[in-house]
């Protein structure tokens, strides 16, 4: 176990509709990054999110919009869903601020939370 | 554009031999490699990270840089049937993103 939290596991919607996918990071993890991975494939990096703002963002269009909490938990939303949409969603927590930037290294991730849109 | 390449495989070993596994990177800038475990409807779990050239060994499993190369593997020694699954290679760039790999399925065959 992580420590990192998703929630929901699974969710089901339909063409056009909005989605919130939701993530608690592990206990003094200040980072946190969200990947689209489809079946098949690697992680795809969505954005990341440092101290509440987004600190990178991957090949996403801007459908795809995120928050990060004072407490460091995060939101991901998608809206007007498309088919192409579904996937596995992962969240993974990473630890704190080094003098060079945002410390990415060791990114543990939490269970996935599994879309499907019909 | 950046990327990770790994032989989708799968990769059949019997047990109780060694599985290798191989990544590239084309990312001369990057730092920081990671082998990743994941097993079919789950998410990936961290096995090793590694920064320097050379090898780092963690019980069964090693890993190897060589940064001339921009090559890194996995060797995983007494292959069991539980190591079944798919290891995915990440790197992080120089602006502290991961890139990933697609992944190599590894069956190991009792």
């Given amino acids: 176990e992580t420590g990192v939290t998703q929630s929901p596991t699974h969710l089901i919607k339909t063409r056009g509709q909005q989605v919130t996918l939701r993530c608690s990071s592990q206990s003094g993890h200040n980072t946190v990054s969200w990947y689209q991975q489809a079946l098949g494939q690697g992680p795809q990096f969505i954005f990341q999110y440092y101290r509440e703002e987004e600190n990178g963002r991957g090949n996403f269009p801007p459908r795809f919009s995120g928050l990060q909490f004072p407490n460091y938990s995060s939101e991901l939303n998608v809206n007007a869903l498309e088919l192409d949409d579904s996937a596995l969603y992962l969240c993974a927590s990473s630890g704190t601020w080094t003098s060079g930037g945002p410390n990415t290294d060791t990114q543990y991730f939490g269970p996935g939370t599994r879309l499907t849109v019909l | ?110």
């Fill in chain 2, 1 to 110: 554009q950046k990327e990770v390449e790994q032989n989708s495989g799968p990769l059949s070993v019997p047990e109780g031999a060694i599985a290798s596994l191989n990544c590239t990177y084309s990312d001369r800038g990057s730092q920081s490699f990671f082998w990743y475990r994941q097993y079919s409807g789950k998410s990936p779990e961290l096995i090793m990270f590694i920064y320097s050239n050379g090898d780092k060994e963690d019980g069964r499993f090693t890993a190897q840089l060589n940064k001339a190369s921009q090559y890194v593997s996995l060797l995983i020694r007494d292959s069991q049937p539980s190591d079944s699954a798919t290891y995915l290679c990440a790197v992080r760039e120089s602006n502290y993103q991961l890139i990933w790999g697609a992944g190599t399925k590894l069956i190991i065959k009792p």
